[in-house]
């Protein structure tokens, strides 16, 4: 989407800085964040831009190697691939025989969600991503969905957020409007 907004808009110049830790806006003087998850409360303004849903996945190369798990419990035996600093993206969207939400504890962790996603396209194990992260992946066939009939619908909002005493500069409203046509028909369901 960048490459159609830098051609729609070639007078604009725009800095990416991508990671998965959290950004405070005015001390890196950041025109606006893309958030992904519940928001806290706080002096920022947020604009709905989508949600994205979770989902459980794995190569064809992985699977080959270790059999496709048919049920929750099984999971233990396998190499989970889980976040290192944000516990709470490691509860799956599984329901265990108790009742209650998966929670794993990684084989392999990574402070990224691109470095699991790499993980996983490389078969070192299962992984738990967003579709907006694994859209090309899951279209290609690379990773597979695992545990399908066991996945309950669980997404998380993504939101457009800027400094709540900021007046937007017109750069960063056509930005944000660009990416809330955008994003949703692409590769999140709408706000």
Avoid at 156 to 162: H, L
Wanted: proline fraction near 6%.
């Amino acid at each position: 989407m960048i490459g159609e907004f830098r051609a729609c808009y070639p007078g604009i110049t725009l800095e990416l800085d991508t990671h998965d830790r959290f950004v405070d806006l005015l001390e890196q003087r950041v025109d606006l964040a893309i958030r992904i998850g519940a928001l806290e409360d706080s002096s920022l303004h947020a604009r709905p831009l989508g949600h994205s849903a979770l989902r459980v996945l794995a190569s064809p190369a992985y699977l080959a190697r270790h059999g496709t798990p048919q049920q929750v419990e099984e999971l233990c035996r396998h190499s989970l691939l889980g976040f290192s600093q944000l516990d709470h993206l490691n509860h799956w969207p599984l329901t265990c025989a108790d009742g209650k939400r998966l929670h794993i504890t990684p084989t392999l962790a990574a402070s990224s969600g691109s470095t699991l996603l790499e993980l996983a396209l490389k078969g070192e194990g299962i992984v738990c991503l967003a579709d907006f992260m694994t859209r090309a992946p899951r279209q290609n066939r690379t990773l597979v969905e695992v545990l399908p009939d066991h996945t309950e619908l669980v997404t998380q909002p993504i939101n457009a957020v800027y400094y709540r005493q900021a007046t937007l500069s017109q750069r960063t409203r056509l930005f944000m409007d660009f990416l809330a046509e955008r994003l949703p028909a692409q590769y999140a369901h709408g706000p």
